[in-house]
């Protein structure tokens, strides 16, 4: 099982730019989400899904969308990139339930909008 | 609203000392997980435990070892006799019960421990 991957493992973007952050999980996990790390803030959860076809906001869903055709992939659209949203992004996959799961994370994509 | 603090930014340590990270969450349920993940220069997420709501039982595995006081909102983690490759960020984190919440975490700021030789 490779796990959860990202890709790319590096970006950089200018100002107003779009691109997509890809996700892909072999585990067959029901619940995948998205996550940026900032320094002294942890990590915040952008957007999550409960399943194909169900994504629902986080806590910093602004400037972001996602969808979900399939089970194992979960792409992270930057619709017009801001310097703001420089940022390591994580993707993670578990079982979905009652929060007792563990999340299983992927390397993480490091984003800088220049 | 949850919420988690770390309120130790950074941690200095000399290598065989012990170190203890202090995790305080706020939450309204009465059914909830606490998590601790470890975060390596290397940059990915390692998780360490997990713990419920009704488990106030400390636990110990190895070097590593967590306090859940549940009358104090607090969840601990102490390293002992540390090791340079322990030197990473270490995050507290808490979910829900509800499977409508889904497993969405709420994770503290971080805690960076520096252990030197």
């Known amino acids: 099982n490779a796990g959860v991957t990202q890709t ?7 100002t107003g730019q779009s691109m997509t952050l890809q996700c892909a999980q072999d585990m067959n996990h029901e619940y995948m989400s998205w996550y940026r790390q900032d320094p002294g803030m942890g990590l915040r959860l952008i957007h999550y899904s409960v399943g194909a076809g169900i994504t629902d906001q986080g806590e910093v869903p602004n400037g972001y969308n996602v969808s ?34 563990e999340q299983y994370f992927g390397p993480g994509t490091r984003l800088t909008v220049t | 609203a ?4 770390q309120a130790q930014t950074e941690i200095s340590v000399v290598e065989k000392e012990d170190v203890t990270l202090d995790c305080v969450y706020e939450t309204r349920d009465t059914t909830y997980y606490l998590f601790w993940y470890k975060q390596p220069p290397s940059g990915e997420l390692v998780f360490l435990i997990r713990r419920n709501s009704f488990d106030e039982q400390n636990e110990i595995s190895g070097r590593y070892s967590w306090n859940f006081q549940k009358s104090t909102s607090s969840f601990n983690f102490t390293i002992t006799a540390s090791q340079v490759v322990d030197s990473a960020v270490y995050f507290c984190a808490l979910s829900e019960e509800t499977k409508a919440a889904g497993n969405k975490l709420t994770f503290g700021g971080g805690t960076r421990v520096l252990v030197k030789p």
């Open chain 1, 8 to 14: 790319p493992k590096f970006q950089v973007l200018k």
């Open chain 1, 68 to 101: 979900r055709s399939t089970t194992e992939d979960f792409p992270l659209r930057l619709l017009s990139a801001a310097p703001s949203q420089t940022s390591v992004y994580f993707c993670a996959s578990s079982p979905w339930g009652t929060g007792s799961y």
């Open chain 2, 2 to 5: 949850q919420k988690v603090t």
